[in-house]
């Protein structure tokens, strides 16, 4: 109650935000009469003046008014577009690192450009970062077109660049790409073993288009860049043809949580169907060595219970594509890990792809919060703004609309059945039409958008299906669905960017129409003909209502709803929306329908009746927030776990950057011998101990398999009087002496690209076994809240530790092959940087679905080339009796500089 009336008193805090915007806006209006009166060449050479002002110790801030009457002026005479206040406003909000909500067609793409150039003048580089390849570069395009003017460069990052055009791009003063594009090249980068090989620039600045979508939706699936594993296509496919033999009560499926077990009895078929088959050869499906086929199993029944197709996933050009649940894209190159996307394959008959091992992953929320200065905009961020406050420490500030929205929102209506619903939208679409009232209709899958479809066209209505199959004519479908009549069915966020004009979009159809029609008066005809049917068709649509947006029912989060909402009453247009659903819709009959349908019942609810009232809308809404506060928890428990392995990424990319920016790294190797040293000799003679408890024998072993240095450590041993100290020194002496002789036979030039090169490999070997036993650790840990300890200290500590090995085995694995190493000069010593990289898949993995890593890492690193192993036999000999208790992630006994689960323990 006080706090009603305070707010009445003294307004809320984003009132009180706005209305300091305003002074600015002042500013930058009092300046447009003299800006304008500059020549092109006089507001171009602006820039330079900013910059020099820049360079003598001038502020941003001082500059913004400025610069913003600058970026107005350049709009006008090469977009033909002036910024309002209110974009104004925005783009004070983006220079200040907050977020703008800002309705559908108030203009952000251009908003954008104002804080864009402002912070390109310091020469570090602005990122925007858009939601698809389409909008990255109709941005880049026609922004370009503006910066170009004022003396900036455009880059543009989508899918299919080599690294020289990346590069390129990425030192452009401005750089439009996807967020994918971005993560990816920011992990392949630290996968490089030159610098100059590196395509991005140290972070500066980024403004996150859509910002809801890419920090909020996309935040729970990081992104994965993986290498092949092993191959198990073929118990894929044995497995799957079981799973169909089972029935329903065999598992126990939970929906809201998307889990999938079997029960008792679906545990025993299971076990006799897969020994039926010979698959399961001895024991029960649980036992220890069965655990590979209890994986399989899991997996393939996740598969066939969980997954949908042409919901979850379509079926195209043998591939399974996965269809993201917030856009209804398709998701090119994202896979499901942990072997699903396998057992999706497998399920639906196409050719199975090997399973992939994790090389580098990161999510959207610690890459983005890698920017000194982030910013973002949309049309729906306040319902998430708590989030945005407490992950990114981003304020979200709301910017009022140019003209006052005049749409009309109507209640949800809520039928009994799914077939009850279909019908009334199907009415409401006829009656729209007979008023040519165009109507925009959002669905939630693709299966939904083709079973509309399939209903239009009994009814015999004309219509567009916009869905992830038929994507390729997206912008100007969406772009035209303001036409007189039209019919669009679109899953919920398809087209997103892209605005609905009413009466359509005169740019869409001249680009489409006269294409191949010279410039001429002929042309100029056409163009005016198309602009003047296009008002006409304008006026026809508001006198009908304007644009009316019908929702097939509500998706989990409001967000989504709200952006469909927004797609009508754009400027100020006419509009309408209503949302139609049935107690059979996913959200309704998942949190709790029955007692619903129950009570509609009772009421006397007739087929074809609807039930209309707020105190609906009220209840679905605290539904979708406690979806809402679900999925934001999933998120925030992901991030707290990738903290923990964000802190040791950000150690190992620093170490490796350092490796390659240092002329010379014989120090760093000469301290990692003299440490491995130090760790044998400590094993072997523990400190404040008697000589009887020394075990010297297993030290002369160490010094030859890791050193392969033959010195009488047993006879030191035996020395009376003779302390660990100088065993220690003795061994180090011996150690830097065979490597100085190794430094004169092959030259310290050579040593150096050598010790560089084998470096940066076995690091980049030993960070993806890290990797995959973080990986393996996280999917087990939450178990540990059964022994009253709290999962994630225990992940922390447990990571810590072998983070810890990690290092340690870095060290004995980096000394053992470069005191075992001989040199075959394949060319010059510049030959030893030039390696492929290895082969990579990207993916966009859902934790929430599959935990990310699956399968064995490939045998040992590889050497450059004109290098060979001198202690490494050709081929492997049967491994002998006593290397049997070799631990697995020791070096292998051999001497080969591997570690034993990569080379005689593999073979065990």
Not at 671 to 676: D, K
Not at 782 to 798: F, G, H, S, T, V
């Amino acid at each position: 109650m006080f706090g009603a009336l305070a707010r009445k008193i003294f307004g809320t805090a984003n009132t009180r935000t706005v209305k300091a915007l305003q002074k600015n806006v002042q500013r930058i209006n009092a300046l447009e009469p003299e800006v304008a009166r500059l020549t092109d060449e006089q507001l171009r050479a602006r820039t330079d003046e900013f910059r020099s002002r820049l360079a003598k110790g001038e502020t941003l801030d001082s500059l913004l008014p400025e610069a913003f009457a600058t970026v107005r002026e350049a709009g006008k005479r090469v977009l033909g577009q002036r910024h309002f206040d209110v974009q104004l406003m925005g783009g004070m909000v983006l220079h200040q690192g907050r977020i703008t909500e800002m309705r559908t067609g108030e203009g952000k793409t251009l908003v954008a450009t104002l804080a864009v150039y402002l912070n390109a003048l310091e020469g570090k580089g602005v990122h925007v970062v858009t939601v698809n390849d389409y909008l990255a570069k109709r941005d880049s395009d026609m922004m370009g077109r503006l910066y170009g003017f004022l003396g900036l460069s455009t880059g543009c990052i989508i899918h299919g660049l080599d690294d020289f055009e990346r590069r390129m791009a990425y030192h452009a003063d401005v750089t439009y790409g996807t967020n994918n594009e971005f993560g990816f090249d920011y992990l392949r980068d630290n996968m490089k073993f030159r610098l100059e090989d590196m395509v991005q620039r140290p972070f500066s600045y980024a403004i996150v288009d859509e910002v809801d979508s890419i920090l909020i939706d996309e935040a729970r699936t990081p992104l994965i860049i993986s290498g092949p594993s092993t191959d198990s296509s073929e118990m894929y496919t044995a497995v799957n043809r079981l799973i169909p033999m089972l029935v329903p009560e065999d598992y126990e499926k939970d929906e809201k949580h998307r889990a999938v077990s079997f029960s008792e009895t679906g545990q025993e078929h299971m076990e006799q169907l897969l020994a039926e088959a010979g698959l399961l050869k001895s024991g029960g499906l649980y036992d220890i060595q069965n655990v590979a086929l209890v994986h399989h199993a899991q997996q393939a029944l996740r598969a066939h219970t969980l997954f949908q197709r042409d919901k979850d996933y379509i079926v195209k050009d043998d591939k399974v594509v996965i269809i993201d649940e917030f856009t209804g894209r398709m998701m090119e190159g994202r896979r499901y890990s942990e072997g699903l996307h396998q057992a999706l394959e497998a399920k639906e008959g196409v050719t199975i792809q090997r399973e992939n091992q994790t090389l580098a992953s990161i999510t959207f929320q610690n890459y983005f919060r890698m920017y000194p200065k982030l910013a973002g905009m949309t049309g729906t961020a306040m319902t998430e703004a708590a989030e945005f406050a407490e992950i990114y420490g981003l304020e979200v500030v709301d910017i009022p609309t140019n003209v006052q929205v005049q749409r009309k929102d109507q209640d949800d209506e809520v039928y009994r059945t799914a077939t009850e619903k279909y019908h009334a939208i199907i009415d409401l679409i006829e009656d729209a039409r007979k008023r040519m009232q165009p109507v925009l209709v959002g669905t939630t899958s693709i299966e939904k958008s083709e079973l509309l479809s399939r209903l239009l066209d009994e009814r015999g209505i004309p219509h567009n299906v916009l869905n992830a199959r038929h994507h390729e004519q997206e912008a100007y479908i969406i772009a035209q669905a303001g036409r007189p009549g039209a019919v669009t069915v679109a899953t919920n966020m398809a087209g997103r960017g892209t605005d609905i004009q009413l009466g359509g979009n005169v740019q869409m159809r001249i680009a489409m129409e006269l294409a191949d029609l010279p410039e001429g008066p002929e042309r100029d005809a056409r163009v005016k003909q198309i602009e003047a049917e296009v008002a006409e068709a304008r006026e026809l649509v508001k006198q009908a209502g304007g644009l009316y947006v019908v929702g097939t029912e509500r998706h989990e989060s409001r967000r989504i709803d709200n952006q469909l909402r927004g797609r009508s009453g754009r400027q100020g247009d006419p509009g309408n929306s209503k949302f139609f659903l049935s107690l059979e819709d996913d959200l309704m009959r998942i949190f709790g329908s029955q007692r619903m349908d129950t009570m509609l019942q009772r009421l006397g609810l007739k087929e074809g009746e609807a039930i209309i009232h707020p105190w609906i809308n009220k209840a679905l809404e605290k539904a979708q927030q406690k979806v809402e506060a679900h999925h934001f928890d999933i998120r925030k428990n992901l991030l707290k776990y990738d903290n923990v392995m964000n802190d040791q990424r950000k150690v190992v990319y620093e170490q490796r950057r350092e490796v390659m920016e240092a002329p010379d790294i014989a120090e760093t190797i000469q301290e990692m011998r003299h440490q491995v040293i130090s760790a044998m000799v400590a094993r072997a003679i523990p400190a404040n101990s008697y000589a009887e408890a020394w075990d010297i024998e297993g030290l002369d072993a160490e010094v030859r398999r890791v050193l392969a240095l033959d010195v009488p450590v047993k006879d030191w041993g035996r020395e009376e009087g003779i302390a660990e100290s100088e065993i220690e020194e003795r061994v180090r002496e011996a150690a830097d002496a065979k490597y100085a002789e190794k430094e004169a036979a092959y030259g310290v030039e050579t040593m150096r690209h050598v010790e560089k090169s084998l470096l940066l490999q076995i690091l980049d070997q030993e960070w993806k076994d890290h990797l995959l036993q973080l990986d393996h650790l996280r999917q087990g840990i939450n178990l540990r809240a059964y022994a009253q300890k709290d999962p994630l200290n225990e992940y922390k500590r447990e990571a810590f530790e072998l983070f810890d090995a990690m290092l340690n085995a870095l060290r004995e694995q980096v000394t053992a092959v470069l005191m075992h190493v001989e040199i075959r000069m394949a060319g010059d010593a510049e030959a030893f940087d030039d390696r492929p990289m290895p082969e990579m898949h990207e993916g966009h993995d859902d934790p929430a679905l599959a935990m990310a890593g699956a399968g064995l890492p490939p045998a040992g690193a590889a050497l450059p080339d004109g290098m060979v192993r001198a202690s490494a036999p050709a081929a492997r000999a049967e491994m002998p009796a006593e290397w049997a208790a070799t631990p697995r992630n020791a070096p292998c006994p051999c001497g080969s500089g591997e570690k034993f689960k990569h080379c005689h323990g593999s073979l065990a």
